[in-house]
């Protein structure tokens, strides 16, 4: 999911989906990152962007 045009690609269903286990990977790397540092902190940030632009896809593509 690293592209904009694959997620532009992807349909409402999938959007869903992708935001899911998305957000479930960001609370693993919080919990991590809170226990013990977690070797790359700009994951955190990344993930936070991708769950946005899904957002905005899916938002974009409800209407």
Do not use: C, F, G, Y
């Not at 045009?5 to 989906?17: A, N, Q």
């Not at 992708?18 to 990152?33: A, G, N």
């Not at 993930?47 to 899904?54: C, E």
Request: charged share 40%; net charge positive; hydrophobic share 30%.
């Amino acid at each position: 999911m690293k592209k904009k045009k694959s997620i532009k690609d992807l349909s409402v269903e999938e959007l869903k989906s992708q935001l899911l286990s998305e957000k479930e990977s960001l609370k693993r790397l919080k919990l991590s990152h809170a226990v013990s540092p977690i070797e790359n902190p700009s994951q955190i940030r990344e993930s936070r962007r991708l769950i946005a632009k899904l957002n905005t896809e899916l938002h974009a593509k409800q209407k």
